[in-house]
């Protein structure tokens, strides 16, 4: 059983015993603005600030995701399922590249293996039928935005970064204001 000390922000001080991974795993250490005391956070607290505020965060998702979902529509010309095959990609490669940020490596150094997925298991995670989920993925390495290493498909790149990213700049600049500002819509509801 783990201990915590929680320091509310109202300044009492309280022991607490939580035995369950989930909230010691989720927890992050806040500052206050007078930088004296501190709040724990966890994503139960989280969850439960967004159902108690159910219409003010559904709203905030729906503008997030509606807006996003519109504008991936455009750049792939309605061709959703090839956004989410490269979604799940690039899911696999961003975590292989958090890895190596860490010892100054280059996520690219990393076998294949570590930083892509198989066809088989792309279509067992997306629901997309094997031989779409080849066919787009064979596309998208015809675009040069995946390459195939030894059965794992993985982001191609041009130097440190992916090409993906190069073609895409204004979508993922545009995904940048858009999360700001559901960051700024929800917050209150977790911080109420």
């Given amino acids: 059983m783990k201990v915590c000390r ?10 607490c015993a939580m035995s369950d991974p989930f909230y010691m795993n989720n927890l992050c250490n806040l500052d206050t603005p007078k930088g004296r005391a501190h709040s724990y956070i966890n994503t139960y607290n989280v969850e439960r600030a967004f159902r108690d505020n159910y219409t003010r965060y559904e709203y905030s998702f729906i503008e997030f995701y509606a807006e996003h979902l519109c504008d991936l529509s455009r750049a792939f010309k309605g061709d959703m399922q090839m956004v989410l095959l490269l979604a799940t990609v690039a899911q696999v490669a961003l975590r292989a590249d958090m890895i190596v940020e860490n010892s100054g490596g280059r996520v690219q ?21 094997r031989e779409t989920t080849r066919r ?3 596309a998208m390495e015809k675009m040069g935005w995946l390459t ?44 109420s």
């Fill in 109 to 129: 150094e990393l076998p294949p293996s570590r930083r892509g997925i198989t066809t088989y298991r792309l279509a067992d995670v997306t629901g997309i039928p």
């Fill in 136 to 138: 787009k993925l064979t």
């Fill in 148 to 191: 195939r290493e030894n059965n794992f498909w993985c982001l191609a790149y041009e130097g440190d970064d992916a090409k993906i990213h190069q073609d895409l700049a204004d979508v993922i600049d545009r995904s940048f204001r858009r999360a700001a500002r559901f960051y700024v819509a929800v917050t209150p509801l977790v911080n």
């Fill in 6 to 15: 929680l320091v509310h922000l109202i300044g009492s001080r309280k022991e």
